[in-house]
Antibody
């Protein structure tokens, strides 16, 4: 069974940084394409970025507004996905979900339970 | 960027009703459309992919249709467990979700 467990959320001041982690189990993580998706309070879902498997090149992509502030990385030796968030803004307040994709797709077929990030002074 | 819209934003229905939710893309996405169900405080759950393919384990009362820019999610015989918010997602070019449709109890 696929399990994705996010951690690292919390309260951070505007302009600060935070690094989220996602511990994966129940599937071959090093072959997996992974994403982060966020959901602001009372709002809909927003794709934050994706990373390919290393065997497929390991490339990342992001929606244009987040390029340069958010970085996705992975440690296949630890079955862990990361999201580094810099220059955080109040609008980044959200629950952040770790997600898996079929290879080459942006379809989300499994989700973690999410970790909450609050950006506030 | 591809924009997604959904209608209606909310709807009220009774157990046993047939419910239809619409989703529209700002440009063609062929069949690269998924539907998700989300309950309060929980992660979304994949229901339908490629516009009309039922995800494993999802009840057959859920069905999807459409192609290009117009898509529909139908729940045939609404069950108590189906009261939730439903999102469509295009995954033809990157990923964009619709704003959601909340299905409530009449």
């Amino acid at each position: 069974e696929v399990q994705l467990v996010e951690s690292g959320g919390g309260l951070v001041k505007p302009g600060g940084s935070l690094r989220l982690s996602c511990a994966a189990s129940g599937f071959s993580f090093n072959d997996a394409w992974m994403s982060w998706v966020r959901q602001a309070p009372g709002e809909g879902l927003e794709w934050v970025g994706r990373i390919e498997s290393k065997s497929d090149g390991g490339a990342t992509d992001y929606p244009a507004p987040l390029i340069g502030r958010f970085t996705i990385s992975r440690d296949d030796s630890k079955n862990t996905l990361f999201l580094q968030m810099n220059s955080l803004q109040i609008e980044d307040t959200a629950v952040y979900y770790c997600a898996t994709h079929p290879r080459g797709s942006y379809l989300v077929d499994s989700w973690g339970q999410g970790t909450r990030v609050t950006v506030s002074s | 960027d591809i924009q997604m819209t959904q209608s209606p934003p909310t709807l009220s229905a009774s157990v046993g009703d047939r419910v239809t939710i619409s989703c529209r893309a700002s440009q063609t996405i062929f069949s690269w459309l998924a539907w998700y169900q989300q309950k309060p405080g929980k992660a979304p759950k994949l229901l339908i992919y490629r516009a009309s393919s039922l995800q494993s384990g999802v009840p057959s009362r859920f069905s999807g249709s459409g192609y290009g820019t117009e898509f529909t999610l139908t729940i045939s015989g609404l069950q108590p467990d189906d009261f939730a918010t439903y999102y469509c997602q295009q995954y033809n070019i990157y990923s964009t979700f619709g704003p959601g449709t909340k299905v409530g109890i009449k």
